[in-house]
């Protein structure tokens, strides 16, 4: 099968942990990978070939201009070789705006969809993740591009965890179908009228974390909101719980006993487990890792591109849409 | 100084926990209080007066409808008396849609006020909470709605807090002023040009528990979603702590030790503690208490209340917005 194309230079952690994520991924997944960058700032990459880029988008570059005038870029070249039948999946932990421009204008949008969707994995104890789409592709959004969100996360949901019929879910500011703005109550009509998916109302921001659904939709200014919220409060809860902990010998001893406990939860929950998030709705797989991504989720998000390319994620989708 | 209504039919734990709180406000803090209810059902009050009201809105009534038909209810009684001049301020910890539409309705809108906003103060480690508003009044919001709200937000926060100028941002997905909706990008000009406040700018959903700023200015449906992400997230975490801490004795002697250090830190961060949210922008002072309110939270309400009232809330209000 095709490599994937990892982005060699995105994130804060590049070069270094994409090189090693990617050696990786080859050596003990047997994930087929090219990366994709300056050469000569890889350092050994073990074998795994390299597709040059003389040019990065950083992580602050402004991503429409970043792609238009870096065309020697590694984001663009990713997604090119996507295109170009090159690589099977491209995979960024880089400038996420840049990511989506990149796979947006070599790739090209999938038919039939108006605007593709950031779709994020939130991770719950005990069961598969709840994925929240849009999650920041989409300031603004309207009833058309709600509909295909959560037609592209139905089916995304369930290739990816193996779900006969995703519950699908929609934001909302109370469970009744009368809550909310009346896009939100017109998507909510849309959806419960919706015979392909399996729609079980509104959720609100408190079930997010309690794996009140499989799928939840929103526009992509709230699904930001929402998501950083929910990042913001596990590690502030992380960084008290460490600092109370450390305050002295009496409470770090016990402290010990308590963290071993908590290891197994902890990693149930790490983001960078989950295999990154994935922008639904252009014409390739393009996986979108978070900007901390260490080699370890790198090579989660390897065998996750792999993975939904293998099974043909785009075909699932594309027909999700216009059945 | 004219005693603070107290709904003693609404909320989860109404009337024992609202009577309680009613006698702790009065015995320890010399706060007047009158309660508002069915007076068959309030028990021994103590000595403390009641308006009495036969009819209740209950937690799932249609807001809108019940403080129509429900004439003789103690939420629309209760707004009837600060009107009157019999009452400082309300306080409820029922129906929040319908404690909104008896305030407004009953008081009426501040003069110059395009709609009230539910003003919710997130608690901070080790520094004043900062307030969110809209957290659900308004799903949709327009410009002059959301620059009054950065008014109000920053005369409530100075008044309550005694901050000088507060720190007055706005939610959006990004600090650049060009991140968000067309919506957000017009009021971050607005309040940037805003000479009466002190805007340091946009914050994201990460930033609300680390005191990035004493205001935080949004639209009621994002608010609303981001609160519950935070009220959820934090509970989800303190659920999984005492579960983990209580799956054998030797944990559980290490998880004592922890608790006790922890338990400083959850009272800060305990909502009982900050005295409720408040709607601003209506004639009078109206706190809206948690629907699960304890004694505990209604005693802190009562004072937020009284003083707010003395202070002269509402005057401040009216000028900051005028000015």
Known sequence: MLPVALDAMGGDRAPGEMVAGARQAVADHGVPVVLVGRPEELGDTGGVA???ASEVIGMDDDPGQGVRTKKDSSLV??????????????????????AMA?????????KGIAR???????????????????????????????????RMGSAYASLRYGIA???????????????????????????????????????????????????????GFTGNVALKCLEGSLRF????????????????????????????????????GTGGAMLLGVDGVCVISHGSSSARAIVSALRVAHDLAGAGLVARLASAVSS
């Open 50 to 52: 390299v597709i040059p």
């Open 237 to 272: 809860f992380m960084e008290t719980l460490m600092r109370v902990l450390r305050a002295d010998d009496e409470v770090a001893r016990a402290g010990n006993v308590v963290l071993d406990r908590l290891a197994p939860v902890a990693a149930e929950l790490d983001p960078e």
């Open 102 to 110: 990149s796979a947006l204008l070599r790739m090209g949008r999938l």
């Open 165 to 219: 019929e995703p519950r699908v879910a929609l934001l909302s500011i109370g469970e009744e179908k009368s809550k909310g703005t009346p896009l939100v109550r017109e998507v909510h009509s849309a959806l419960a009228g919706d015979e392909t998916l399996n729609f079980s109302g509104n959720v609100e921001g408190r079930d997010l974390l309690h794996g009140a659904a499989d799928v939840v939709v929103t526009d």
């Open 77 to 98: 070249r990713a997604a090119e070789a996507v295109r170009d039948g090159r690589a099977s999946a491209m995979v960024s932990a880089g400038n996420t705006g840049a």
């Open 116 to 150: 593709p969707a950031i779709a994020t994995p939130i991770p719950n104890l005990g069961s598969t993740p709840t994925v929240l789409l849009d999650s920041g592709a989409n300031a603004e959004c309207n009833v058309t591009m709600l509909v295909q969100f959560a």
